[in-house]
């Protein structure tokens, strides 16, 4: 079956920084890709997507290219601010029997200190 | 963008009793909505997808009988723990599909609602 596979947090920065979280999916078929983040308190938003292999998606500085030769679609921001503070989930939502299901990674807790 | 609301946000229940949740589609009507559960520190499980006039569908080791679903109109579905236990205490999370044909078909979110059983 389908599979998403975060890096394990918490993830700590400083303001600034450059970060990288990353993605690795299983699939059958040509799944579409995403990540949605979770700010305290509130429900989950649609970051970025991409639905086929090459294309990037971007939104807020962050950016992810979903790779299919390496089943991985890792998010990307050159400088994170204190308001990205949040938890990140990967997801993918497949086709065939699966079709319109997101299939969730664990999340990643991302803190950015001043 | 599209909002999905959850009531209630919060709720503490004693062991034994029922507690029904709401997920509402505030300006588009959503054919499909689907039920999450996330545990602390873990992902989302999907538990079930819900269709406007049809029985809902359960992901494979959820109890349909425990989590009564109903989707009885195009704005609305409900979430209902029966007989409650401590082990049920969770985050509960709805979405909401666009229509089929709707550019993009996305999902959106509810703002989710913590159940703890006593």
């Known amino acids: 079956g389908n599979s998403v596979t975060q890096m394990e947090g918490p993830v700590t920065l400083s303001e600034e920084a450059f970060l990288t979280i990353n993605c690795t999916y299983t699939a059958t078929g040509y799944p579409s890709l995403f990540w949605y983040v979770q700010y305290p308190g509130e429900g989950l938003q649609l970051l970025l997507k991409?639905?086929?292999?090459?294309d990037k998606g971007s939104n807020k500085g962050f950016e992810a290219t979903y790779r299919k030769e390496t089943t991985s679609f890792h998010l990307e921001k050159g400088s994170v601010q204190v308001s990205d503070s949040a938890v990140y989930f990967c997801?993918?939502?497949?086709?065939?029997?699966?079709?319109?299901?997101?299939?969730f990674g664990q999340g990643t807790i991302l803190t950015v200190h001043p | 963008g599209a909002v999905v609301s959850q009531h209630p946000s919060r709720v503490i229940c004693k062991s034994g009793t029922s507690v029904k949740i709401e997920c509402r589609s505030l300006?588009?009507?959503?054919?499909?909505m689907f039920w999450y559960r996330q545990f602390p520190k873990k992902s989302l499980m999907l538990m079930a997808t819900s269709n406007e006039g049809s029985k809902a569908t359960y992901e494979q080791g959820v109890e349909k009988d425990k989590f009564l679903i109903n989707h009885a109109s195009l704005t609305l579905s409900t979430l209902t723990v029966t007989s409650a236990h401590p082990e049920d205490s969770s985050f509960y999370i709805c979405s909401a599909r666009e229509p089929s044909g709707h550019p993009g078909g996305e999902q959106y979110f509810g703002p989710g609602t913590r159940l703890t059983v006593t």
């Open positions: 991409a639905t086929k292999a090459d």
């Open positions: 300006d588009f009507q959503a054919t499909t």
């Open positions: 997801a993918l939502k497949g086709g065939g029997t699966s079709y319109g299901k997101l299939t």
